[in-house]
Structures are given as C-alpha cells and as structure tokens.
C-alpha cells in the first residue's frame, strides 16, 4: 500500500485488516474453496492461525508491488483451477460475510457473466469539465433524492470468469450485466485507501460491535 503504509497490519479495533479478512474468508459458505493470497511474512502468520494450507498462496514480489497490469498482480490465479473468480477486498473491514454469500448464490442463480459491487448514488454529478453527468436540465435539480441516480463502483468485491481475465487482461466488456452491478450497503462499502478512510472504518467497525465475525 503507498496511500497508507501496512495499512493490512496496522492496529484496527484490537486487531487488524488482514485478520479480519482472513477470519471472513474462512467463515464463507458458498464457495467450492477459498484462497487468501499474501507476500509478506506477518500476514502469512496469520493466515497460518485461520486457513488449512491449501487455502494459502504464497504471492512472489513482483506480483505484491505491481500496480498494472492485472494479470501480474494476479498472477497466483493462473495456478488454480475453477471457472469463476471472487475477488474481496480486504480493506473492506464492515463487508459482511453473509453479504458475500448472498451475492455469490446470486450470481450462480442468474449465470452472469461477471458481477461487481456497487453502491446508488441519488445526486448531481459533473465532470471534470464541469458538465453535468445526469442531472442536465438545471430545473431538474430541485431534490436530489429525487435525481436520476448513478452507480458506483465500492470495489468491495469482483467476480470474473478466469479465460477472459488472462486472455483480456480485464475483468469483463462493460456491456450490459458484464458486469452485473450488485448493490450492496453504504456502511458495508467503506474501503480504506488513506489514513481518514482508516479512522472512519475503525470509528463505524467499533460502533457497529462486529470485532468478532461468525
């Protein structure tokens, strides 16, 4: 992480973000199997305390600090055999497992082709130029409830399909449900980038007395 250095380790409601992870990986019931995926040794440490060694993949260097392309970053998947691919963030501390669940089962009812997490966004939203993105007429923007929303993309969680992720090097077209926008939680979609986006999860992770996760 270069926003917030060890941000994975640092202390986080008694413990940390990747021990929160990897407890919510191993709790997941709707899987063929789960994997966590690290490259430095304190987190590995950890995995070795929730995960059997199967569920453990030991990430190289050049895949841990690589920022593009994808298919580097993610290079330990071409190891592993499945069809489908659920990425988690990790830095989402308040992303409940039973909504990973959830969404997983959906996604195997509807055979999409991808699916990503988002959140609805009810505002005016412009461009970098100023223009407006949904709102256009300017006696339109009297409520914003009332707006035509928008989705954003909270990066909570990505499912792909594992031939197009390595021959594309994306993970889906960006036509119509490729991605399907899953809406999850606005509390659930907090994600630390920076040390403000840390202190706001810790604050609500406390608040919402989740430090244990069955």
């Not at 988690?88 to 308040?94: F, R």
């Not at 497992?97 to 997983?104: E, P, Y």
């Not at 959140?119 to 939203?125: A, D, L, P, R, V």
């Not at 339109?140 to 009332?146: A, G, I, L």
Request: one cysteine or more; charged letters at 25%; hydrophobic letters at 35%.
């Amino acid at each position: 992480s270069t926003r917030l250095k060890n941000k994975m380790l640092l202390p986080y409601a008694k413990t940390s973000l990747a021990e929160i992870a990897i407890k919510k990986i191993s709790s997941l019931k709707n899987f063929d199997s789960v994997y966590f995926a690290a490259y430095d040794k304190k987190i590995l440490k950890i995995c070795n305390k929730y995960l059997n060694k199967n569920s453990i993949i030991i990430r190289d260097r050049k895949s841990s600090e690589s920022n593009y392309p994808l298919t580097k970053i993610h290079n330990y998947l071409e190891n592993i055999d499945f069809d489908y691919c659920m990425w988690i963030n990790s830095c989402h501390a308040i992303l409940n497992s039973n909504t990973i669940d959830k969404a997983v089962k959906f996604f195997r009812k509807n055979n999409f082709k991808s699916m990503t997490a988002v959140i609805k966004k009810n505002t005016w939203f412009y461009d970098k130029k100023g223009k407006p993105i949904n709102v256009k007429n300017p006696k339109d923007q009297v409520m914003s409830q009332k707006s035509n929303y928008i989705y954003e993309v909270c990066h909570a969680f990505h499912i792909f399909n594992k031939k197009h992720f390595f021959k594309n090097n994306t993970y889906w077209n960006n036509n119509k449900n490729d991605p399907y926008l899953y809406e999850i939680d606005l509390i659930e979609a907090i994600d630390v980038d920076n040390i403000n986006d840390f202190k706001i999860s810790e604050s609500v992770y406390k608040s919402l007395k989740i430090n244990k996760i069955k």
